[in-house]
């Protein structure tokens, strides 16, 4: 069984700052490279910041680089995720969604995504 719990996002001012939280429960979470993934309207799902397993390294979309800053902590089955979004710009909002790098895990015999948490950045 898996499950993703994104939280934190909000409305926000242009320069504010957010905090995104990530439950991932399942150890396919625990024991994989993790990231951060936005959709905008009418746009593809694009991948803005990862963490390795461990947390030896990071990659940033060129976009967020220098702004956001990902992290990581792992328990039993489980990975915490998070993101520190600071000089937040209005072309960030979107839907916020946290899962695994490259094939992420199928339930039913779909891609299994979370809920997703709405950032909005207004100018």
């Known amino acids: 069984q898996v499950q993703l719990v994104e939280s934190g996002g909000g409305l926000v001012q242009t320069g504010g700052s957010l905090r995104l939280s990530c439950v991932g429960s399942?150890?396919?979470?625990?024991?994989?490279?993790m990231g951060w993934y936005r959709q905008a309207p009418g746009k593809q799902r694009e991948l803005v910041a990862a963490i390795t397993e461990h947390s030896e390294r990071t990659h940033y979309a060129d976009s967020v680089k220098g702004r956001f800053t990902i992290s990581r902590s792992n328990a039993r089955n489980t990975a915490y995720l998070t993101l520190q979004m600071n000089s937040l710009k209005p072309e960030d909002t979107a839907v916020y969604y946290c899962?695994?790098?490259?094939?992420?895990?199928?339930?039913?015999?779909?891609?299994?995504w979370g809920q997703g948490t709405q950032v909005t950045v207004a100018s």
């Open positions: 899962n695994t790098i490259g094939a992420v895990p199928s339930v039913g015999g779909k891609p299994y």
């Open positions: 399942g150890s396919i979470f625990e024991i994989n490279d």
